[in-house]
C-alpha cells in the first residue's frame, strides 16, 4: 500500500506541474492583448529577446513550488532505495523536460492567439496530444493485423508517463528489470526531442514578437 501511495503521489504532483506549466504560458501576452496593453508592449525599446526571456523567467516562478515539492519528494523516496540515482533519474527529469515543453509551447500559443480560451485550447490540445492522442493511435494500429507497431520504442521517446511507469516498476522490484535495455537509448532520445523542440519553440517566438513589432 505505501509504494502504491509513493506512485500515485510521484504521478499527482508530475501532473499538476505539467498543468501548471501549460496555464503559467498562456498567461504571458495574452493579458496584454486582452487589457489593450499590447501596443504598449510591442513598442518597448528592448530587443525581443530581453523582453521574451522577462516574460518566460517571469512565468516560471510560479512554478518553482510544485517543482521544488517534486524534486524534495522523489529524493527523499530515492535516498532510501537501493537504486538510487537511477529511480531518481527516471522519475523527475523525463517530467520536468516536459513541464518545460508544456510552458514554452503555451507561452508560444499566448503570443499567437489573441485570447486566453484561444492560446489555452492551443496549448492543452498539443499537450493532450502527445500524453493521450499518441497512445490511443498506438493502441489502434496495434490491433490491425499485418502492422508492426514499436509501441514501446515510440512512447519512450515522447511520452513521459512510459518514464513514470517504468519507475514504478523500479520502485516495486527495487530493479532495473524491464527499463534498463532502454535507459541509454530511449531516456536520452526523449531528452534531446524534447530540448530541441524546446529549442525551436523559443526561436520561432523571437521571429514572431520581431514580425508584430516591425523589427523583421
Given at each position: 500500500?505505501?509504494?502504491?501511495?509513493?506512485?500515485?503521489?510521484?504521478?499527482?504532483?508530475?501532473?499538476?506541474?505539467?498543468?501548471?506549466?501549460?496555464?503559467?504560458?498562456?498567461?504571458?501576452?495574452?493579458?496584454?492583448?486582452?487589457?489593450?496593453?499590447?501596443?504598449?508592449?510591442?513598442?518597448?525599446?528592448?530587443t525581443s529577446f530581453q523582453i521574451v526571456a522577462s516574460k518566460l523567467a517571469g512565468g516560471a516562478t510560479g512554478l518553482l513550488p510544485t517543482a521544488a515539492i517534486l524534486l524534495l519528494y522523489n529524493s527523499a523516496i530515492s535516498m532510501f532505495h537501493p537504486t538510487g540515482f537511477e529511480l531518481w533519474t527516471i522519475a523527475?527529469?523525463?517530467?520536468?523536460?516536459?513541464?518545460?515543453?508544456?510552458?514554452?509551447?503555451?507561452?508560444?500559443?499566448?503570443?499567437?492567439?489573441?485570447?486566453?480560451?484561444?492560446?489555452?485550447?492551443?496549448?492543452?490540445?498539443?499537450?493532450?496530444?502527445?500524453?493521450?492522442?499518441?497512445?490511443?493511435?498506438?493502441?489502434?494500429?496495434?490491433?490491425?493485423?499485418?502492422?508492426?507497431?514499436?509501441?514501446?520504442?515510440?512512447?519512450?521517446?515522447?511520452?513521459?508517463?512510459?518514464?513514470?511507469?517504468?519507475?514504478?516498476?523500479?520502485?516495486?522490484?527495487?530493479?532495473?528489470?524491464?527499463?534498463?535495455?532502454?535507459?541509454?537509448?530511449?531516456?536520452?532520445?526523449?531528452?534531446?526531442?524534447?530540448?530541441?523542440?524546446?529549442?525551436?519553440?523559443?526561436?520561432?517566438?523571437?521571429?514572431?514578437?520581431?514580425?508584430?513589432?516591425?523589427?523583421?
Amino acid at each position: 500500500a505505501s509504494v502504491r501511495s509513493m506512485k500515485l503521489t510521484s504521478a499527482l504532483l508530475s501532473g499538476l506541474l505539467v498543468l501548471q506549466a501549460v496555464v503559467a504560458g498562456v498567461s504571458l501576452f495574452v493579458h496584454e492583448k486582452e487589457g489593450r496593453q499590447w501596443e504598449v508592449l510591442l513598442t518597448t525599446p528592448l530587443t525581443s529577446f530581453q523582453i521574451v526571456a522577462s516574460k518566460l523567467a517571469g512565468g516560471a516562478t510560479g512554478l518553482l513550488p510544485t517543482a521544488a515539492i517534486l524534486l524534495l519528494y522523489n529524493s527523499a523516496i530515492s535516498m532510501f532505495h537501493p537504486t538510487g540515482f537511477e529511480l531518481w533519474t527516471i522519475a523527475t527529469l523525463p517530467t520536468l523536460i516536459f513541464a518545460l515543453f508544456a510552458y514554452l509551447m503555451a507561452a508560444a500559443a499566448s503570443l499567437r492567439c489573441a485570447t486566453h480560451r484561444g492560446a489555452f485550447g492551443l496549448a492543452m490540445g498539443v499537450v493532450l496530444g502527445l500524453l493521450v492522442g499518441i497512445p490511443m493511435l498506438l493502441a489502434v494500429y496495434s490491433v490491425l493485423p499485418g502492422v508492426e507497431v514499436y509501441s514501446d520504442d515510440i512512447l519512450g521517446a515522447t511520452n513521459p508517463g512510459w518514464h513514470l511507469a517504468q519507475a514504478s516498476d523500479l520502485l516495486r522490484w527495487n530493479r532495473w528489470w524491464n527499463y534498463s535495455g532502454h535507459f541509454d537509448g530511449l531516456f536520452l532520445l526523449y531528452g534531446f526531442l524534447y530540448a530541441g523542440a524546446s529549442g525551436v519553440v523559443v526561436v520561432w517566438m523571437l521571429g514572431r514578437f520581431d514580425r508584430l513589432a516591425g523589427r523583421a
